[in-house]
């Protein structure tokens, strides 16, 4: 599968280029940035650590028309997600969307009637629901606790403007949907702040609270329950254990989670005329990618938090959505 990359930040020097070296079958065909230095930076980087040189250029344009690929990453901030995956699918090739797949639900619906649809980079599906999905049973009800907080100065982001809800907190309201296999109704309690956020989420199965920072030491957490209070799954990383974890050599989390997704879009195959959802219903043993209906599903949400908070915490009904996930 031969990667092209838009967008030449950290997430494609810390996580992207680490992640295809990391994954068999997988090679990255060239990259596109309007930043001269970045782009070049990457190809250089890329060029050492694999012993292969790749081309570079100005615009995704000019990469989709002038290297093979099968997958265009875009990984450039998410003002500019719709117009590159337009790009892309005009040329017949799916995309990887960062998150947040859009930065309005508008956006987000117009992303999704693509074709082919692209995907969205959830990669905590591939880390923090790796071990919690075995043990969840698929009916019955559900408590989830999941939260995610991080030093977001400490990452050196080129640009970093989104508010905490949209950088980590979607992650969380996509996980809660994914390890419940369940719709969202409706948000309470919200709280929204800069830096910080919370909300209280109804599953059409279950309940997730969520909780999100990105100015507070990392730590991710997820615990599951039933009803009658039994725990069911737990999952933590961060703090001392995982300072330990990476002096003992063990893989980085971002890495990892982005080479398990990279496997599962692999996997499914990039044939733009089959959804990966329909290969993986004919029992495929990985777990789906995230698809840009699952990022509609996760913008309503974030957009009935922002209403719920605006309303002191009240509770925001979600209406059914043209292109969400079900």
Not at 20 to 38: C, K, M, Y
Not at 148 to 156: I, N, T, V
Not at 175 to 197: K, T, W
């Amino acid at each position: 599968m031969r990667l092209g990359i838009a967008g030449c930040g950290r997430i494609a020097e810390r996580g992207y280029i680490p992640a295809a070296l990391a994954t068999e079958g997988v090679t990255i065909a060239g990259f596109a940035d309007p930043d001269a230095g970045r782009r070049r930076e990457r190809a250089e980087l890329w060029a050492r650590e694999s012993g292969g040189e790749v081309p570079v250029f100005a615009t995704a344009a000019e990469l989709l028309a002038a290297a093979p690929i099968d997958l265009l990453v875009i990984a450039a901030p998410a003002a500019h997600h719709l117009a590159l995956a337009e790009e892309a699918a005009a040329a017949g090739v799916r995309s990887l969307v960062e998150k947040p797949p859009a930065p309005n639900l508008a956006e987000a619906q117009r992303l999704a009637a693509l074709d082919p649809q692209p995907l969205v980079a959830f990669n905590r599906r591939f880390l923090q629901s790796h071990e919690p999905r075995e043990t969840i049973p698929a009916e019955g009800w559900l408590e989830l606790d999941l939260e995610l907080r991080f030093q977001r100065g400490a990452w050196g982001a080129h640009q970093a403007d989104d508010e905490a809800l949209l950088d980590a907190g979607i992650h969380l309201i996509d996980l809660a949907c994914y390890l419940s296999d369940a719709a969202p109704i409706a948000v309470r309690r919200a709280r929204i702040e800069s830096e910080r956020a919370s909300l209280e989420l109804e599953l059409t199965r279950g309940r997730a609270r969520i909780a999100c920072a990105t100015d507070r030491s990392h730590r991710e957490a997820v615990t599951v329950r039933n009803r009658t209070g039994k725990q069911l799954a737990q999952w933590t990383w961060g703090g001392l254990p995982s300072r330990f974890s990476s002096l003992l050599g063990r893989p980085d989390p971002l890495v990892l989670s982005l080479r398990r997704q990279l496997e599962a879009t692999r996997a499914v195959g990039m044939s733009p005329l089959e959804p990966p959802q329909s290969v993986l219903q004919r029992g495929h043993p990985h777990r789906p990618p995230a698809t840009a209906a699952d990022g509609v599903t996760a913008m309503a949400v974030i957009e009935a938090a922002r209403r719920s908070a605006e309303l002191e915490g009240a509770e925001v009904t979600l209406a059914p959505l043209a292109g969400a996930s079900a």
